[in-house]
């Protein structure tokens, strides 16, 4: 009898998993500006100003700074000043202390938000503009 070993595919990258994604893992701690960021996961400790599509903040994570995303999910603490064209959610375990700008917002049991927290008016594009140069 021939032992035929188990051969397991290498998947293909695909748009979505090949996106601009930076991850700050647990006890970690990054300070400055982040650029050219689609996606940032936060485990540590982010005291940064960014401008992404979409930030999620684990429940071990705190991000202190200012924010501009798409999308936001917050599971940690967020302090700052955080403005989202999108959605933001806040989980249960989720804290914010912050000046908040959003357009659409879910708040689970337990979450906290406090603050300057203001609703926007549906996002406008300007024509050719990257996203610090939507319209609220």
């Known amino acids: 009898m021939a032992f ?10 695909t748009a ?8 700050v893992g647990r006890e970690i701690i990054v300070s400055g500006e982040i650029t050219s960021c ?26 202190a700074g200012s924010a501009l995303v798409g999308d ?3 599971l940690g603490r ?10 933001l959610r806040v989980r249960a375990t989720g804290h914010i202390s912050a000046k908040v700008r ?11 938000v406090s603050g300057d927290l203001q609703a926007q008016p549906t996002v406008k594009r300007q024509q050719g503009a990257g996203i610090a140069a939507l319209r609220l």
Do not use: K, M, W
């Open 78 to 87: 967020f302090e700052g000043e955080l403005t989202v064209t999108r959605r």
């Open 38 to 63: 689609e996606s940032l996961v936060v485990e540590g400790t982010v005291r940064a100003n960014i401008e992404c599509q979409d930030l999620r903040i684990e429940g071990s994570g705190l991000f």
């Open 4 to 13: 035929t070993p188990s051969v397991q595919p290498t998947p293909v990258p």
């Open 16 to 23: 979505a998993s090949a996106a601009r994604q930076l991850v």
């Open 72 to 74: 936001a999910e917050i």
């Open 102 to 112: 959003y357009h659409e917002i879910e708040i689970e049991r337990g979450g906290v």
